[in-house]
């Protein structure tokens, strides 16, 4: 007999993930001078669902997030955003779209002038004017809490720890209730503890907001941990897509050797 809980399933479902792609990335090039970096690149992400791009540093995985969200534009091939190509949008489309993705970038994820409540504060100031001061405040409140970083809303960034500022990025990231997530090295340069407090904290922001997400990383073990698919990047191409198993049981020469490196 089908219980509550299965009909409550049936008919949230497809709601829940249509199957199609919320960020579709479709035979992608982009050459620097004479350097091609990305030489062919088919992805695709749902809604709920976490991608791991992975690869050894230069191989274009920062380029990569950059392009989805049209900060630069492909050679050729096409970034889908819910089924629309972002090329030749104009600003004001762009922008749109823009405000449904939330970005922590490789470097500088903070604005090292404002405070905690401030960084999370901006997003909302430029784009939800219709938001009262105490409102927004309200809601800063609500996302540092999320990120577990109440407690250090008047802290300067240059105040707090690696970790710390990266969960203080994550909530500037979600100020604006995004569809889709790209987080670029979430991890990098972090002791494994804070890296831990991190995978935990993406993976329950996912599970709790289900975005479509990427996050680039050269870190295998954050990549298994975060993802429910894994793409790995050499000299331009995805040389394999798929769950952590499948990389393991590859024979791919290059598969084999980044995952017994990393
Ligand atoms: N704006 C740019 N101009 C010229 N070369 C660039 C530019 N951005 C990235 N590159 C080159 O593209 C390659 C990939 O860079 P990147 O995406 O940052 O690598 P990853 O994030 O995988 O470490 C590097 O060789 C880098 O020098
Ligand atoms: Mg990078």
Do not use: W
């Not at 405000?99 to 404002?114: E, I, R, T, V, W």
């Not at 970790?163 to 991890?187: C, F, H, S, Y």
């Amino acid at each position: 007999m089908a219980t509550a809980y299965d009909i409550a399933m049936k008919h949230t479902e497809p709601e829940e993930n249509d199957g199609a792609p919320v960020v579709a990335v479709e035979d992608v090039r982009k050459t620097y001078a004479s350097h091609t970096v990305l030489d062919g690149i088919n992805l695709h992400v749902t809604r709920g669902e976490t991608l791991a791009v992975l690869g050894r540093s230069g191989t274009g995985k920062s380029v990569l997030l950059r392009l989805i969200i049209g900060l630069e534009t492909p050679d050729s091939g096409s970034i889908r955003i819910h089924g629309q190509d972002i090329a030749g949008l104009g600003m004001d489309r762009m922008g749109e779209i823009r405000k449904k993705m939330g970005f922590l970038f490789q470097h500088a994820a903070l604005y090292d002038s404002l405070t905690v409540a401030e960084n999370v504060a901006f997003p909302l100031v430029h784009h939800r004017r219709d938001m009262s001061r105490s409102e927004r405040g309200d809601r800063v409140m609500q996302l540092l809490a999320e990120v577990g970083m109440e407690g250090d809303v008047d802290k300067m960034p240059s105040d707090i720890s690696g970790g710390m500022q990266k969960r203080v990025g994550l909530a500037r990231a979600l100020a604006l209730e995004p569809e889709i997530l790209l987080l670029d090295e979430p991890t990098a340069g972090l002791d494994p503890i804070s890296s831990g407090e991190i995978n935990d904290l993406i993976l329950k922001l996912q599970r709790e907001r289900r975005m479509a997400s990427i996050v680039v990383t050269h870190d295998l073990h954050s990549a298994r941990t975060i993802a429910n698919s894994l793409a790995l990047l050499d000299q331009g191409k995805v040389v394999i897509e798929g769950k952590f198993e499948d990389l393991q049981q590859s024979h791919v020469a290059f598969v084999e050797k980044f995952l017994k490196q990393s």
